[in-house]
């Protein structure tokens, strides 16, 4: 994937977000702050076939995004559910100050990573299984008190 089939959107939540804070907090705002607000906070999530993607920002406090550069973010999981991964041969944080370019060449890195599992199924795993354990026993169990009956 290309940076250009990237297909960004407002962040109308951070855009908003940063409103309140000029409102708020009219010193950040001055000509020699760290955080240059001119920026409008853009993002766009890519999701990938092997359980991977990436989340990609620009806005006055990601990292680069107020010269203009880009953050990415590896995520794990699906559209509906997902998080930040910090366990990718590709970073252990995000990565931050990326051109274009370098969004694009992350991104095929990305896509190529083998396949991972859904962050759900690894949540959840430790609940399935003392679920499976309960299974177990209660089947031990039934098979006890069948073979009681059975030679009674």
């Known amino acids: ?17 940063f ?9 950040l705002f001055k000509s020699d702050s760290f955080i240059d607000f001119s920026v409008v906070p853009k993002r766009v999530r890519v999701f990938f076939d092997n359980w991977y993607g990436a989340s990609v920002i620009q806005s006055p406090n990601s990292y680069g995004g107020s010269k203009g550069l880009y953050e990415l973010a590896v995520i794990v999981s699906t559209e509906d559910e997902w998080e930040i991964t910090y366990s990718t041969p ?3 944080n995000v990565v931050g100050h990326l051109t274009e370019d370098e969004v694009s060449k992350l991104l095929e890195e990305i896509e190529a990573l083998p396949v991972a599992p859904p962050m759900r199924f690894k949540k959840n795993m ?23 009956n059975h030679y009674r």
Do not use: H, S, W
């Open 90 to 92: 590709i970073t252990e």
């Open 19 to 27: 409103k309140r804070m000029q409102k708020e907090c009219p010193d």
């Open 126 to 148: 430790n609940a399935l299984k003392n679920c499976l354990k309960v299974f177990l026993e209660n089947l031990n169990e039934y098979k006890a008190i069948t073979r009681k």
């Open 1 to 17: 994937m290309k940076f250009t089939d990237l297909e960004f959107e407002i962040d109308t939540e951070m855009a908003d977000g």
